[in-house]
């Protein structure tokens, strides 16, 4: 007798299968699918949310984030193209709808044209608005011109019920590529080799600086901020690049905000931290996730147990951020066929002390 995890898979398949060109007649019967299959496995999707607004002007509201995918051509690879399917279904079937999705950057793996476009092409099909942030994987094939091209400005704010929002790019690298003699896709492999120790770190770069500072100083400190950014937005474990190399001085110039969030992606992790009143958050990836780093791992994180070795999608996933009505964040970790992990404001404003999150409900490996 097949497990339904099987079942599952071999369902998907034949309607992969069968898909020629992602045309939303196609995706919505794969939608289907997965739907019936998240029922099977029981995972449960909440429809208690209820916006609420008070006084102070601002209201909760939720957002939904993808990140990490790392889509090769479809011809090379299509597990990750399904993952980031599964990731958009799972979007789709929130209800209510989210007010944005985020997604995190690394939508390609390479930075191929074709890859990018794949990403584009599957996007489309997410219901709520998407917003978009740059990765290094997407950006230093061509310096981020087809990205630009397909999704506009790798830097903009805007607001959005009483929050300002940030969206930056966190992953630029000073010119190692033209002293070697590298070509774009040298340069782009050096890159994406994240601990070969060739590259330049990761930096928001003064001249972003600069214009991040000029944008937060018309904006009242009592307003709440949500910053998003590629790498995580402090010093983490620079082996590896998860690190921006002028964290400390984008971080000065968020400390006057009492009520700051920063939600990053490139880790591929469930990963929490808290300096000052800034509050740090990882999202998940939809391709794989990382090891936590030997050291520099903040205190405040809750780890996922390690994922299961033979199950190719265990700890992937996607996510929300809910905004509540005093500005803070809950932000939830998704992960597929686990019970999601919730990481509070109040865990967060009492630095750990109350409402420790639960762990997802799998066995260790
Ligand atoms: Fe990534
Ligand atoms: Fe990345």
Redesign the pocket.
Known sequence: MKSIETKYMEERESLLRSLHNLDRRSFFKLSAAAGAAAVTHGVAFPHSFQPVRIGNGVESFRIAYIS?S?LYERKLNDRFVKALLRAVDDVNRMDPQPDFVLFG??LAQLGAPAELDLGAQILKNLRAPVRMMV?E?DWYLDLGEKWKGLFGAERYTFDHKGVHFVVLNSVVEEDFWTARKLTPAQRMGTVAGLDNGLQSPFTVGEEQRAWLANDLAKIDPNTPLVVFSHSPLYHYYKRWNFWTDDAEQVQAILEKFKKCTVVH??T?QLLTHRIGDIHFHGLL?TAWPWPYAPEGLPELTVQMNRPDPFNPNDGCGQGEVHVDVDGLVDKVYRLWNRNPVTVSSEYMKSFGKAQKPGRANTPSY
């Open positions: 990490d790392h950057g690394d990765g994987h992606g490139h591929h990836s």
